[in-house]
T-cell receptor, first 114, second 113 residues
Framework: DTEVTQTPKHLVMGMTNKKSLKCEQH?????MYWYKQKAKKPPELMFV???????INESVPSRFSPECPNSSLLNLHLHALQPEDSALYLC?????????????FGPGTRLTVL | AQTVTQSQPEMSVQEAETVTLSCTYD???????LFWYKQPPSRQMILVIR??????QNATENRFSVNFQKAAKSFSLKISDSQLGDAAMYFC??????????FGQGTRLTINP
């Protein structure tokens, strides 16, 4: 299984809602990543988890809260988002963190904040 | 800060022809990897090819090859025998600080039948 899955595919939420994005991989990878991609722009790193511990937070606002309950699962909890947070959210995983490890991407969740 | 630059926002090529996408990068690291990712309309980022900086030999994957010029910090992607399925946004990227992928702005490739 060389797949990273993400649910839901699309999400529309109001600014007062609380929602979560889910990412799952069964490749035995121990590093997982969240990226944000605005339209016609490249992905930008948000968070990195290595061995279920948060290792990088790219100064992301606290309305985005990541969670890694186990080595296969990565969540992104959303609360009080702004319309400018509308974007494609991509999850990725790699065998471990480090330059030698290819990152495998999921198909993304398209988020719209009203 | 490390930067990756793709100077061609859009490129087009006739089916079965060859096209080259350009990328330059700037890094102070002594050991690094460079990547080309493809993102079709389906949105999923797919690794096309990667180059290890310490290897002088250019990487090749079937119809895809790179021209890696380390001194010039240049990393171009050549697609031979272009196919309709190659149409996508192509991102050049390098790995920063051992964990962070830094992407260029992307080149949208159109394949003309």
């Amino acid at each position: 299984d060389t797949e990273v899955t993400q649910t839901p595919k699309h999400l529309v939420m109001g600014m007062t809602n609380k929602k979560s994005l889910k990412c799952e991989q069964h490749m035995g990878h121990r590093a997982m990543y969240w990226y944000k991609q605005k339209a016609k722009k490249p992905p930008e790193l948000m968070f990195v988890y290595s061995y279920e511990k948060l290792s990088i937070n790219e100064s992301v606002p606290s309305r985005f809260s990541p969670e890694c309950p186990n080595s296969s699962l990565l969540n992104l909890h959303l609360h009080a988002l702004q319309p400018e947070d509308s974007a494609l959210y991509l999850c990725a995983s790699s065998r471990t963190s480090g330059i030698y490890n290819e990152q495998f991407f999921g198909p993304g969740t398209r988020l719209t904040v009203l | 800060a490390q930067t990756v630059t793709q100077s061609q926002p859009e490129m087009s090529v006739q089916e079965a022809e060859t096209v080259t996408l350009s990328c330059t990068y700037d890094t102070s690291e002594s050991d690094y990897y460079l990547f080309w990712y493809k993102q079709p309309p389906s949105r999923q980022m797919i690794l096309v090819i990667r180059q290890e900086a310490y290897k002088q030999q250019n990487a090749t994957e079937n119809r895809f090859s790179v021209n890696f010029q380390k001194a010039a910090k240049s990393f171009s992607l050549k697609i031979s025998d272009s196919q309709l399925g190659d149409a996508a946004m192509y991102f050049c990227a390098d790995i920063q600080g051992a964990q962070k992928l830094v992407f260029g702005q992307g080149t949208r490739l159109t394949i003309n039948p």
